[in-house]
Nanobody, 115 residues
């Protein structure tokens, strides 16, 4: 059974940091591109960051470049999103996604940036 389980979300003040984790099981994690998406209320889901299967290439949404870092540990079947200098506009549900010939989604974790 395929599972992607996100954790690490929560409420943080502007300028603060959070680290999201996504634990994968039920498929060969090391063969998949991993991505983080987010969806704010009333907005389209957007891709925030992506990392190749071996972790050698990353891409980011322009608005998070220099603040967010995606990484992965293939030995632990886990992908991370380190989020620094958080802004209120980063508030959203963050989703983990696995992509190869097929695609899998996690259930999402809420991130709220507010004073």
């Amino acid at each position: 059974q395929v599972q992607l389980v996100e954790s690490g979300g929560g409420l943080v003040q502007p300028g603060g940091s959070l680290r999201l984790s996504c634990a994968a099981s039920g498929f060969t994690f090391s063969r998949y591109v991993m991505r983080w998406y987010r969806q704010a209320p009333g907005k389209e889901r957007e891709m925030v960051a992506s990392i190749t299967s071996v972790g050698d290439t990353t891409t980011y949404l322009d608005s998070v470049k220099g603040r967010f870092t995606i990484s992965r540990d293939n030995a632990k079947n886990t992908v991370y999103l380190q989020m620094n200098s958080l802004k209120p506009e980063d508030t959203a549900v963050y989703y983990c996604n696995a992509l190869r010939l097929d695609t899998y989604w996690g259930q999402g974790t809420q991130v709220t940036v507010s004073s």
